[in-house]
């Protein structure tokens, strides 16, 4: 930055721009572009003998670098190890930049500046395969004579450096970073304060990381095969000594697992989480620091997780009681519970669809934790930090929730100040909470991103606790460190040889020591009460919600998210291409008064969120996350999607405040979830078919604008359904970023709602849709336009392209490549036909490939082309097949026949004979929904066993107390 003084501005910029033009023209060191490395030396097995053109095997994508080669030592998979050395080199410039990825183990993977035999420069990637410019300060090193070395010694998770474009500038790219003689003045400093800890001991476990790479997937099976499980075995819980440097195991499980202690107030017990040998759950337990009065707290058929002590007695913890399974993946989810401190009255706090994590008590009494949710937004970007009172009211934003991309985790709060440290695991988070040691101050509100305060600019650490302002404990796959609030990390511990194998880690390292009881918040939920109540002061108040005007919204439409009993992928098929992971059901509506205000009941611990709609009962505002409330409790709002940095303005009385609150009015006529093929078929079939579909009628078509709205069966999806998609007409929010504009997302926005109202593009089309139907469709539209109405559907009756027999650009069918080449290319460079449109299951002599290249005269649609003839360009039909008798026509109907044949074998959703698939049978009866003498030839209504799992979850303080209970006893192992 350039300071611009009494010259004036104008001639501040020359000086700037003079100074620029001055500087010298950068020096290459390397690129990395041939096909050796040159002078450079490789020592060890991770380099190879050449730069790597990319992405190695079985490595993520490489985003950043620059050319075609860089040094990827991946090679072989983390594993791997080795050096790369340069030439000596004489620094000339001021600053030396490149771009650098991968891992961030400190002096295990990174790149050096070595000089006189020395190392004074450092830098590791961020824990990505996306390189990025570093910058190092040589200015005062000019004139020397240094090494560069890139250094990978890691052998563990992220154990391989990515470097490419080194060069000498005048110019740094990048922040200067790593002065390694600042970091070693800082950790000197840091010495001392550890002869000062205030306590003796350090309690930690030694675990691996789970088998899946993502931070939630450390516990419990996979869907879709049981015998998979997401941990390991061998687990130690231990104490350091951190004045003698001594390590006490306080209990070993060599065939179990040990995780999450956490100290009690008194510095004499500790709480854990612990899977005894052979044992496929964990529960929580508590035992004496010296090792003795082991003592089991929860038991049963759940993983009870991620404990803390409560400062009014109780626990507070993580749990898969909740019976449902992550939205976009194959494991199971943990949600905030609490129970008494032997074990008794447990019960959900929440009603997330997805992971709760790491509940921590503040200060006031509140509970800090992670929530993670996606209600019709992106899956990956989302998990933020939420607070709620120890009863489960009041759960609201603490940080971030606007902005994505950072899972932020293991918050504790700073002792002495208002401020929590937590990791943020970068995008979608690392394994085991590994992330950047990072304070944050949600002093000026959640949304501003500039109070959130990285501490360790190069490396990350798992699960960092806050010793005072300045001093924290962390620790990494092989060491406890000290860190101080400047970014100093002192390693105090590290793990030995004998303990690493199989890539045993640290984790949770946390001070034996007394502490302060927290505030207690005195209960404020009635356990009788089936509902909660939510004040609403003036829905007008909010974020982004430019173009209403007062007046403009008349009702809310409340819908609930509905839990998912299992899943088998990482995407949204089948339920939508491309949109909401879950389906929505419709509760019913409660007015919004003319002031903006809404006084209503609410069933509890349920995820409710709503659709503001104006008086034709279009979409106006959607919220895309949701609430819960507790049973009993009352809640306020300011606004829908206010600036949670204001409050009101001013008091004022609504009209709600003079009368009880309104109860939800239920949809008559309508059904409260629903199904495409069953419910929006039938007015398609009804209204557009005669246009859309594969044969000419007298109102139009075929084809009517490239459309086909018939219910004929595609691999995953109908050809309606996945037409509608693909051509926009309805609009659900989709996969991206929360708080939309007014009126774009919805019915507002969703062009198959205004066709069916009379206004088709272009043309004269009397629609003479019922109100019924129109309501049918946009109620549809507005449950985020799912395609099967039940979760049976999930991993049955879908075909992929291979099966299908299908082009795309990498796996070719034989006939249907042999086929192109021999007659299609001679038009077509390349065929590009998507099966969820072209290939037709139900109709196989309708699918596109085959119509589109038979002659009108044996009853195809044959291909418009257009020519020059004559010096005027005329419309042509060309075609392949002069009839269906040619035998690539035969062979390729063929194919498509077999994948008909296979489809009708394993049936989808809306076939008769339907029967869920093996996992989903299995789940339900480890839910007690369905018996456990079940059996394959019995009768199953797939809808009605969806509705019985979604209201096994409903509050009743009766089948609440039981459940658990009753649970326990019947479930078994699966």
Known sequence: MYRLTSLGLCAGLTLAVATLAAANEDVLIADFEGSTYGNWTAEGEAFGARPAPGALPEQYDIRGFQGKGLVNTFLGGDRSQGTLTSPELTIERKFINFLIGGGTHRDRTCIELIVDGETVRSTTGREGDELKWATWDVSKLQGKRARMRIVDKATDHWGHVIVDQIVQSDRGQAEASDDLPAQREAVRRLVPKLKELPFQEIVFTVR???????????????????????????????????????????????????????????????????????????????????????????????????????PDGGIVFCSSRCNRMVQCYYVRVAIIHRCDADGKNIRALSANMEQDNTPWVLPDGRILYQRWEYIDRSQVRFHHLWTMNPDGTNQTVFFGNMHGDILMIDAKPIPGTKNVLASFSPEHGRPEHEGVVTIVDPSEGPDV??????????????????????????????????????????????????????????????PIRARLREQVIPPRVDR?????????????????????????????????????????????????????????????????????????????????????????????????????????????????????????????????????????????????????????????????????????????????????????????????????????????????????????????????LKKLDGQHRDIEVDIQATEHEKKMVRLWIETAATYPGTYAALGSGMLDALETGLLNDDQRNAVFNRVAENRCNTCHDKLNLDPAITCNLTRPEMSLPLLKALAPAGGGLGMVKRVQKDGETVEETVYVFESTDDPDYQAMLAVICKAQEKLNRIKRFDMPGFRPNEHYIREMKLYGILPEQFGPDDPIDPYEIDRRYWKSHWYNETATNSQTRQSAKTRRKP
Not at 474 to 497: Q, R
């Open 449 to 510: 991103r500039e109070n959130a305060q990285t501490i360790v600019k190069n490396g990350m650490y798992r699960d960092p606790y806050p010793l005072s302002e300045d001093l924290f404990l962390a620790a990494s796959m092989t060491e406890i460190v000290l860190i101080s609030s400047e970014g100093a990390v002192l390693p105090i511990y590290t793990l030995p040889e004998v303990w690493r194998h199989n890539e045993m880690g640290i984790q949770e390292p946390r």
């Open 208 to 310: 691996q990381n789970g088998k899946d790479g993502h931070w939630y997937a450390n516990f419990s099976y996979w869907s879709d095969d049981p015998s998979k499980k997401l941990y390991s075995d061998h687990g130690k819980l231990c104490a350091l000594n951190v004045k003698t440097g001594k390590v006490r195991v306080i209990l070993d499980a060599p065939e179990g697992g040990v995780r999450d202690p956490q100290m009690h107030y008194d510095g004499k017990k500790i709480l854990f989480s612990y899977r005894k040998d052979g044992q496929p759950y964990y529960h929580l337990y508590e035992i004496n620091v010296d090792g003795t009065g082991l003592r089991q707290i929860t038991d049963g058929p759940f993983d009870d997780i991620e404990p803390a002590y409560l």
């Open 528 to 752: 009788k009460q089936p509902t909660g109540q939510v004040f609403l002061d003036n829905v007008y108040v909010g974020r982004n919600m430019t173009g209403v005007k007062p007046g403009d919204i008349k009702k809310l439409l409340v819908l609930e998210v509905l839990p998912k009993p299992v899943n088998f992928s990482g995407g949204q098929a089948p339920l939508t291409i491309g949109g909401t992971f879950t389906l929505e059901r419709i509760l019913g509506t409660v007015p919004v008064e003319e002031d903006g205000s809404a006084n209503f009941e609410l069933p509890a611990l349920r995820s409710i969120f709503f659709v503001a709609l104006d008086e034709n009962d279009l979409s106006v505002k959607r919220m895309q996350s949701f609430m819960t409330v507790q049973p009993g409790e009352s809640l306020g709002c300011v606004g829908c999607h206010e600036d949670r940095r204001h409050t009101p303005r001013s008091f004022r009385r609504t009209t709600t405040m003079a009368r009880s609150p309104s109860k939800i009015e239920p949809i008559p006529d309508v059904p409260d979830v629903f199904d495409f093929p069953r419910d929006i078929q039938p007015i398609l079939d009804r209204h557009c078919l005669a246009c859309h579909d594969y044969q000419a009628t007298e109102q139009g078509g075929p084809r009517a604008g490239g459309v086909i709205l018939s219910g004929d069966r595609g691999p995953i999806y109908s050809h309606s359904y996945a037409y509608l998609t693909f051509h926009g007409q309805f609009s659900d929010g989709g996969n991206g970023d929360g708080n939309r504009p007014p009126r774009s997302i919805g019915s507002s926005a969703s062009q198959l």
